[in-house]
Nanobody
Framework: QVQVVESGGGLVQPGGSLRLSCAAS????????MGWYRQAPGKQRELVAT???????KYADSVKGRFTISRDTARKSVYLQMNSLKPEDTAVYFC???????????????WGQGTLVTVSS
């Protein structure tokens, strides 16, 4: 079984910063990519940023220049540094991992439970 667990959400004022963390655990053979998605109230889940096992990153236009995704391969972890936060960044942020599991080498898409980020004065 493979799982990912997020941490680091909270309340922050506009213009402030937060750092989200996500760690994958379980029977993992390899991790192909990890990323962050978010879902604001009444809206669909959207991509925020992803990073592949080769280090290639992708960002939503709305967060380019403000958010930075990084990873720690040894810790099977991914991070999202969020700067210059805006009220429209308020959402539940979900970690996603595309992994190959160890037992049958199946490819799995694993989601975390989400962590709430609220940007408000």
């Amino acid at each position: 079984q493979v799982q990912v667990v997020e941490s680091g959400g909270g309340l922050v004022q506009p213009g402030g910063s937060l750092r989200l963390s996500c760690a994958a655990s379980g029977s993992i053979f390899s991790i192909n990519a990890m990323g962050w998605y978010r879902q604001a109230p009444g809206k669909q889940r959207e991509l925020v940023a992803t990073i592949t096992n080769s280090g290639t990153t992708k960002y939503a236009d709305s967060v380019k220049g403000r958010f930075t995704i990084s990873r720690d391969t040894a810790r099977k972890s991914v991070y999202l540094q969020m700067n210059s936060l805006k009220p429209e960044d308020t959402a539940v942020y979900f970690c996603n991992a595309n992994v190959q599991e160890l037992l049958r080498f199946r490819y799995l898409e694993v989601w975390g439970q989400g962590t709430l980020v609220t940007v408000s004065s």
